[in-house]
C-alpha cells in the first residue's frame, strides 16, 4: 500500500513540475517580449496556472489523509474519572489485555472498569496484569476468580512504562494505550498498526520479558 502511495505522490509531483514549468517559461515569454499578448499567443497560461495551483491543493489534501492515519491518537485526561472511562471503553475494545502498571490500586476506584475486566476475563478473553510488586490481596482474589492471571517481576525499581495492550494476539489488529503524567491528569497516547508498529514491537517485547522474569522468580 506504501508502495502505491509513494508512486501516486512521485507522479503528482512530476506532473506538477512540468505544469509549473510550462506556466513559468509562458509567464517569462509574456515578461520579457514587449510583442506578447496574452489571448493571442499564450490562450491556455490561465489554464496551466490554474492547474498548477489546483496540483498543489490535491498534493496537499492527500499527504494530510495520509499523513493523519499515521500519527498516534492523544487524549489528555484531567481528572481520574475520565481516564477510568476510558480504560472501561479500551479493555473491552480487545480480544485479549495485558496491563503493565507499577500499581493496580487505582482500579478500585471504578467499579464499572473493574466488572468490565472481569466479564471480559469470564466469557475467555485472555486478560493479563504484569506488576513489579504483588498486588493488594483483595484486589487479586477478586480478579483470579474471574480468570485473570497475574505476573510479579519482583523489580527493585518501580518501572516508568504504563501501557495497555489490547489484541496483543492478533498481528495487525493490535492497540496499545500509554499513559503519562501524575494523578489525577494523564495524557494518553493509542497506537495501532499504522501510528506505531515498532512501538507495538517493542511493548510486546516488555511484555514476553517481564512475564519470563516473573516466571523464573516464582521458580526460584
Given amino acids: 500500500m ?30 520579457f517580449s514587449p510583442e506578447a499578448n496574452t489571448r493571442s499567443d499564450l490562450p491556455y497560461l490561465g489554464s496551466l496556472v490554474t492547474a498548477a495551483i489546483l496540483e498543489v491543493i490535491t498534493v496537499v ?13 492523544v487524549e ?17 475494545s480487545g480480544s485479549t489485555v495485558q496491563i503493565v502498571t507499577s500499581r493496580l490500586s487505582w482500579i478500585r476506584n471504578s467499579q464499572e472498569l473493574m466488572d468490565a475486566v ?12 504484569i506488576t513489579p510488586k504483588p498486588v493488594e490481596d483483595d484486589i487479586r482474589n477478586d480478579l483470579e476468580q474471574a480468570g485473570i492471571r497475574f505476573f510479579v517481576t519482583n523489580e527493585g ?4 512504562a504504563r501501557f495497555t495492550l489490547v489484541n496483543g ?23 495501532d498498526n499504522h501510528s506505531g508498529p515498532q512501538i507495538i514491537g517493542m511493548a ?5 520479558k517481564s512475564k ?9
Avoid: C
Fill in 2 to 31: 506504501l508502495k502505491i502511495v509513494k508512486i501516486a505522490l512521485y507522479a503528482f509531483i512530476v506532473i506538477f513540475l512540468l505544469t509549473t514549468l510550462l506556466a513559468l517559461i509562458g509567464l517569462g515569454y509574456l515578461w
Fill in 157 to 160: 525499581t518501580a518501572p516508568e
Fill in 76 to 92: 489528555n485526561h484531567k481528572t481520574e474519572a475520565i481516564t477510568l472511562s476510558f480504560m472501561k471503553d479500551f479493555v473491552t
Fill in 204 to 208: 510486546k517485547d516488555i511484555i514476553r
Fill in 118 to 129: 472481569k466479564k471480559k476475563a469470564s466469557e475467555g478473553a485472555f486478560v493479563e496484569v
Fill in 169 to 191: 494476539n492478533r498481528s495487525g489488529a493490535e492497540r496499545l494505550a500509554i499513559a503519562r503524567g501524575s494523578h489525577p491528569e494523564h495524557e494518553v497516547t493509542i497506537f
Fill in 212 to 220: 519470563e522474569q516473573a516466571n523464573a522468580e516464582q521458580m526460584g
Fill in 61 to 73: 489534501i492527500m499527504l494530510a489523509k495520509k499523513g493523519f492515519r499515521y500519527l498516534p491518537h
